[in-house]
């Protein structure tokens, strides 16, 4: 489903502008108390992370002028080939425990839409797909010691769908992670998560031609080539993988193996390998790898995926850095290539 796919790896890849590591950190760390300033503003195009999509772009507004607190409001787009999506939503991070632990609490509303089949000219989605996508989210994560953190959160996102848009289905997921650092040069990392939600293969829809149906069907009106009704199974998928880190001066490497990333069944197991080379107190390189191993249920068995990304970033000024590189998809649904520009701009730091 395409929502599980879309809040895995927003989940496991992307990190809020106050807390995402910058051009100069190394492998990916947990959010912490930004340096005070008013506001922050970051614009990117080509997307933040190494996912599939064929473009996309991210605008997001910070506000931090408030001890302990950082307000975020944003938006973001994504064609991801088989639909394009647009998101808004809004986030607040309260940190405590000297900045090393927060409590974050995040609301969110996201619109797909899908590509039109020639043959009927009409939308072509799978049978169970979303329409409008409410999700609230709330997260905690604490450092223990200086040597434990953990963090735990919960999704609850209903959705309707878009070959029956008065039907909605409520999807729940939760997901937490252990952080051990046994010196300051090394970290390790378990992540596990559960979802529920609507099984594709079990999942009837209002509206849906059924299987056989002549080409050029409408459901529009009472039609025998049609679904009679909507009827929703659920199941429940999880994950449960590792990772870990190594940051040595200049150089930071970070490896994880997932199983089922997407938590829809697709890919029997992922590894995202993260190489961070701070060249100048200015000047960092960061290169991402995601390889994936398809499941044997999937649309694509036996074959295997891989998305590369490079990034450099400058930081020009206290107040400004600049973010430019490439992602490059190999995959059985997509080949080529995205240019990535990115912006942040943090007008009265101090």
């Known amino acids: ?107 969110t509303l996201r619109k797909y839409d899908y590509p039109i089949d020639p043959a009927v000219r009409a939308p072509n989605p799978d049978s169970n797909s979303y329409e409008w996508v409410p999700r609230g989210e709330l997260e905690v994560s604490h450092r223990f010691t ?74 529009t009106t009472p039609n025998p080539d049609c679904a009679a009704q909507t009827r929703v199974a659920y199941r429940t998928t999880s994950l449960f993988g590792g990772w870990a880190a190594v940051d040595i001066d200049r150089v930071g490497v970070k490896l994880e193996l997932l199983p089922n990333r997407d938590l829809d069944n697709s890919y029997d197991w992922s590894l995202l390998s993260t190489l961070d080379v701070r060249v100048t107190d200015r000047v960092g390189v960061r290169l991402q790898e995601v390889h994936d191993t398809y499941a044997s249920v999937s649309n ?12 450099a970033g400058y930081q020009v000024s206290d107040a400004l850095r600049l973010r430019a590189g490439f992602r490059y998809v190999d995959t059985p649904s997509r080949s080529g290539g995205t240019v990535i520009l990115g912006l942040e701009l943090r007008p009265g730091l101090r």
């Open 146 to 219: 200086s040597a434990w953190r953990a963090g735990l959160q919960y999704q609850l996102f209903p959705a309707n769908f878009f070959w029956d848009t008065s039907s909605w289905t409520v999807n729940n997921k939760v997901s937490a992670e252990v952080e051990f650092q046994p010196a300051p040069q090394l970290r390790l990392g378990a992540r596990a998560a559960v979802l529920r939600d609507p099984d594709p293969d079990r999942t009837v829809i209002l509206g849906r031609p059924i299987p056989g149906a002549p080409a050029g069907t409408t459901c």
């Open 300 to 311: 694509f068995p036996g074959k295997t995926a891989n998305i590369f990304m490079a990034a």
């Open 1 to 107: 489903m395409q929502l599980s796919s879309v809040v895995s790896m927003a989940v496991l890849l992307l990190s809020p502008v106050a807390a995402r590591a910058d051009f100069m950190a190394g492998p990916e760390t947990a959010p912490q108390a930004p340096a005070r300033r008013d506001l922050a503003v970051r614009l990117d195009l080509g997307g933040t992370e190494p996912g599939t999509s064929k473009q996309a772009f991210d605008a997001v507004l910070a506000y931090q002028g408030i001890d302990k607190l950082e307000l975020q409001a944003g938006y973001t787009y994504t064609d991801q080939v088989f639909y394009t999506s647009n998101r808004g939503f809004l986030t607040a991070y309260r940190f405590y425990a000297k900045g090393q632990s927060y409590v974050k609490a995040d609301a």
